[in-house]
């Protein structure tokens, strides 16, 4: 049986650089907002037929932050960035997948492929 994807229950900007969000389970997240910005899965960045990735690491501003972040449903979050890009969900079952800690990437290395 799957387990409750986890829900955020908070979500404070710790720097400049730096998004946390704490999670229902008790978890807490750091994400760096770059790479947050570059993993969005809209359809402006992800080709939506063929899955390739369309945004490029040398469009997106070193300097990159949210300007706002807006629940969407009970499913997810939407990022307004500072460079203008607004249109992409972060699903909670994403923004867990994307947590860089360490415990969550030794999970993802020990989940059944």
Same mark, same amino acid.
């Given at each position: 049986?799957?387990?409750?994807? #986890? @829900? #955020?229950?908070?979500?404070? $900007?710790? &720097?400049?650089?730096?998004?946390?969000? =704490?999670?229902?389970?008790?978890?807490?997240?750091?994400?760096?907002?770059? =790479?947050?910005?570059?993993?969005?899965?809209?359809?402006?960045? @992800? $080709?939506?037929? +063929?899955?390739?990735? +369309?945004?490029?690491?040398? +469009?997106?501003?070193? &300097?990159?932050? #949210? @300007? =706002?972040?807006? !629940?969407?449903?009970?499913?997810?979050?939407?990022?307004?960035?500072? &460079? =203008?890009?607004?249109?992409?969900?972060?699903?909670?079952?994403?923004?867990?997948?994307?947590? !860089?800690?360490?415990?969550?990437?030794?999970?993802?290395?020990?989940? #059944?492929?």
């Amino acid at each position: 049986m799957k387990r409750p994807i #986890p @829900v #955020p229950t908070s979500i404070e $900007q710790i &720097d400049a650089r730096t998004l946390g969000i =704490g999670w229902s389970d008790g978890h807490a997240s750091a994400y760096e907002v770059r =790479g947050l910005r570059l993993a969005c899965a809209c359809a402006h960045c @992800v $080709q939506e037929w +063929t899955g390739e990735v +369309t945004v490029r690491p040398e +469009t997106i501003p070193a &300097d990159i932050h #949210p @300007v =706002g972040i807006e !629940p969407i449903g009970n499913y997810g979050l939407r990022i307004d960035w500072s &460079d =203008g890009h607004a249109t992409g969900i972060y699903t909670f079952e994403r923004l867990r997948a994307l947590c !860089p800690c360490a415990a969550c990437k030794a999970t993802r290395a020990d989940a #059944p492929k």
